[in-house]
């Protein structure tokens, strides 16, 4: 699968666009802002885009009026069209937010429910009783995404609702030519349904990648040859952020290995979870750890680690952003141009090296050694072997090893140094050695 091998940028597009939060009924172009970062994006290494909802929708994207129509904030279907098509030009893939799991209220098949009642067609689409009331006394109850009620969830089970949602994608994949989906909230989806997708999407267009929200949970459940090919590696996500605020790397280092170690008891060796360190629903990676030190450390972790990086739109060059008790808008700003900085060029280069490197995309890991405040992991192939050395300190320190012998070039500083079971790691220091 290509997307193994890719790093991942992911943009909510309404508040990216400066779209406004609720519809205005009002078209604006706005999705065609992303023909000016087309450019960056290559330049950066980005292999793929992930961009959160962008149809017609009563607010946020998640409440959807019309699966077939680009949100008139944003712009129209040739509007798309056009970006797509620019993204593609630059190697850039483009992977949607497959909201399946609930629609808005002015979803069109539930606003005929809502005039005709049991008359309606569309009523099993849906989780209703005419023996209730909702709360917007609608003259019937209905389930709402875990008690959402402007989110009504869809009934997935329904062979209709089921015919209905694939036609949507044949619809996006022959009209924009998209190359994948994230399936929002993968966690509460059907399962039968994520395996009809999965093959119907690899039917009409091979190698079409499926890329799951998850939480919680054991993710071999719908990470598999039937259903998806990958899903959100939350339990990692905090990992990172909090090993570096307690300056205790043992949380990461175990977690790794719990998921990728050499032991036969390791749960997801073979498998390649998207791995992030923020994104559009969690305060941002610089806003988060509490010394500013640990922030390229943050992104050299996430580079170096098993699994596919995802990037959210602006923390490369260490963008701010805290979440707040009843909205998301200060995670989802709206910037006129890319802010390079010497972070965004280093993660570049962390891009780079990953993009040619076997063992970071598809290697195994291994634990080499872990104090409270520095770690050292192995990936490796057949062919190659690369340790990562982490120092969350900013002391000098010196790691003793037993395999820190021989010959190794830095591939950060393009150095080669020769180890004799011993490497001085400098403070706040992360270091990429490959074994020649």
């Known amino acids: 699968m290509w997307a193994y091998n890719e790093t991942f940028y992911q943009i909510y597009p309404?508040?990216?666009?400066?779209?406004?939060?609720?519809?205005?009924?009002?078209?604006?172009?706005?999705?065609?802002k992303l023909l000016d970062w087309s450019n960056y994006l290559e330049t950066l290494g980005i292999g793929s885009i992930i961009?959160?909802?962008?149809?017609?929708?009563?607010?946020?994207?998640?409440?959807?009026?019309?699966?077939?129509?680009?949100?008139?904030?944003?712009?129209?279907?040739?509007?798309?069209?056009?970006?797509?098509?620019?993204?593609?030009?630059?190697?850039?893939?483009?992977?949607?937010?497959?909201?399946?799991?609930?629609v808005g209220r002015g979803f069109w098949a539930f606003r005929d429910v809502q005039e005709k009642k049991w008359d309606s067609p569309y009523k099993d689409w849906f989780h209703i009783s005419f023996e209730e009331n909702s709360a917007y006394n609608d003259g019937f109850w209905y389930e709402g995404w875990e008690g959402h009620f402007e989110l009504v969830k869809l009934n997935l089970q329904n062979p209709q609702v089921v015919e209905y949602l694939l036609g949507c994608i044949r619809f996006w994949?022959?009209?924009?030519?998209?190359?994948?989906?994230?399936?929002?909230?993968?966690?509460?989806?059907?399962?039968?349904?994520?395996?009809?997708?999965?093959?119907?999407?690899?039917?009409?267009?091979?190698?079409?990648?499926?890329?799951?929200?998850?939480l919680f949970g054991d993710y071999n459940l719908i990470v598999n040859d039937q259903m998806l090919h990958s899903c959100t590696n939350y339990e990692c996500y905090?990992?990172?952020?909090?090993?570096?605020?307690?300056?205790?790397?043992?949380?990461?280092?175990?977690s790794l290995n719990r998921q990728y170690g050499p032991e036969d008891w390791c749960i997801y060796r073979g498998k390649h979870l998207m791995n992030f360190v923020d994104?559009?629903?969690?305060?941002?990676?610089?806003?988060?750890?509490?010394?500013?030190?640990?922030?390229?450390?943050?992104?050299?972790?996430?580079?170096?680690?098993?699994g596919i990086p995802c990037i959210y739109y602006g923390s490369e060059w260490g963008e701010p952003g805290v979440k707040a008790p009843d909205n998301d808008y200060a995670l989802r700003p709206c910037f006129d141009a890319p802010k390079e900085n010497e972070l965004s060029h280093f993660v570049h280069q962390l891009i780079q090296i990953r993009k040619h490197s076997d063992a970071l995309c598809n290697g195994s890991y291994r634990n080499v050694q872990i104090t409270n405040h520095q770690l050292i992991f192995e990936r490796r192939t057949d062919s190659q072997r690369i340790l990562i050395a982490i120092n969350a300190s900013g002391d000098?320190?010196?790691?003793?090893?037993?395999e820190l012998h021989g010959t190794f070039r830095d591939l950060i500083t393009g150095s080669t140094t020769e180890l004799q079971g011993a490497i001085e790691l400098s403070g706040y220091s992360i270091l990429y050695l490959e074994q020649i």
């Open 279 to 306: 994104n559009h629903d969690v305060t941002r990676i610089a806003s988060i750890l509490t010394n500013p030190s640990h922030l390229p450390l943050a992104y050299g972790l996430l580079f170096g680690m098993p």
């Open 51 to 102: 961009l959160n909802p962008i149809f017609e929708s009563d607010n946020h994207g998640y409440d959807t009026r019309d699966f077939k129509k680009v949100d008139c904030r944003l712009g129209s279907n040739d509007d798309f069209r056009d970006v797509c098509q620019n993204l593609h030009a630059h190697g850039v893939k483009v992977i949607l937010d497959g909201v399946f799991n609930h």
């Open 173 to 214: 994949i022959e009209t924009f030519d998209i190359d994948g989906l994230r399936l929002d909230v993968a966690y509460s989806l059907d399962h039968n349904f994520m395996r009809r997708l999965r093959t119907f999407c690899e039917e009409l267009k091979p190698r079409f990648a499926l890329i799951g929200e998850v």
């Open 396 to 402: 000098s320190f010196w790691m003793n090893h037993g």
């Open 14 to 32: 309404i508040g990216f666009c400066g779209a406004p939060v609720q519809n205005d009924g009002q078209y604006v172009p706005r999705i065609r």
């Open 238 to 254: 905090k990992g990172i952020y909090s090993s570096f605020n307690s300056m205790n790397l043992f949380e990461i280092a175990h």
